[in-house]
Antibody, heavy 123, light 108 residues
Framework: QVHLQESGPGLVRPSETLSLTCAVS??????????WGWIRQPPGKGLEWIGS???????YYNPSVRSRVSISSDTSKNQFSLKLTSVTAADAAVYYC???????????????WGQGTLVTVPS | QSVLTQPPSVSAAPGQKVTISCSGS????????VSWYQQLPGTAPKLLIY???KRPSGIPDRFSGSKSGTSATLGITGLQTGDEADYYC?????????FGGGTKLTVL
């Protein structure tokens, strides 16, 4: 059974870089059947997909954050990471990592999800 | 502003049936498969339905999904108080993974 766990600072100051890591257990980030993604949820609001990475290193990013985001993978540690630069108050959210099924023909879903980690951006 | 439109809230009594709609366009739902997620208060989202109408192992058959054209529907029968949650639809849209704005289900 695959399990994902996010980790990283809970507070990031404006203009600084948000860095989070997702540790994967019970599965492998080298599995060619899956991508690995990040999703965020501002307090009291809905879900926003940030981006995903394939075992090969191919990445897909939401255009809304493309200029500021980078997702990378460390297969030796079986984890993947998110970096978001120049953060503002609008980036305050619970950040989730998830296994992302993304296949040709329009098949896409996210399962399972990590428990999430809250990132606060003080004003 | 979400590319997929869901009603903000729905409600029904225990034991009843409820449906939640998800409306999109040809660039998303019309040409891709839909998934549904349940988010209980204070927890991470959980996959309920994938590929429009398939249930992952462990999801009871009280939950069902369907798709027609550019819209999708989540159905829940035999409502329980434990079903009170936010529900999100999701699909692929061009070059990104998109979600609906979410629907809060209240079991009266």
């Amino acid at each position: 059974q695959v399990h994902l766990q996010e980790s990283g600072p809970g507070l990031v100051r404006p203009s600084e870089t948000l860095s989070l890591t997702c540790a994967v257990s019970g599965g492998s980030t080298r599995d060619r059947n899956y991508h690995w993604g990040w999703i965020r949820q501002p307090p009291g609001k809905g879900l926003e997909w940030i981006g995903s990475i394939y075992y090969s290193g191919t990445t897909y990013y939401n255009p809304s954050v493309r200029s500021r985001v980078s997702i990378s993978s460390d297969t030796s540690k079986n984890q993947f990471s998110l970096k978001l630069t120049s953060v503002t108050a609008a980036d305050a959210a619970v950040y989730y990592c998830a296994r992302h099924i993304l296949r040709s023909g329009g098949h896409t879903w996210l399962d399972p999800w990590g428990q999430g980690t809250l990132v606060t951006v003080p004003s | 502003q979400s590319v997929l439109t869901q009603p903000p809230s729905v409600s029904a009594a225990p034991g009843q049936k409820v449906t939640i709609s998800c409306s999109g366009s040809s660039s998303n739902i019309g040409n891709n498969y839909v998934s549904w997620y349940q988010q209980l208060p204070g927890t991470a989202p959980k996959l309920l339905i994938y590929d429009n109408d398939k249930r992952p192992s462990g999801i009871p058959d009280r939950f069902s999904g369907s798709k027609s054209g550019t819209s999708a529907t989540l159905g829940i029968t035999g409502l329980q108080t434990g079903d009170e949650a936010d529900y999100y639809c999701g699909t692929w849209d061009g070059s990104l993974s998109a979600f609906g704005g979410g629907t809060k289900l209240t079991v009266l």
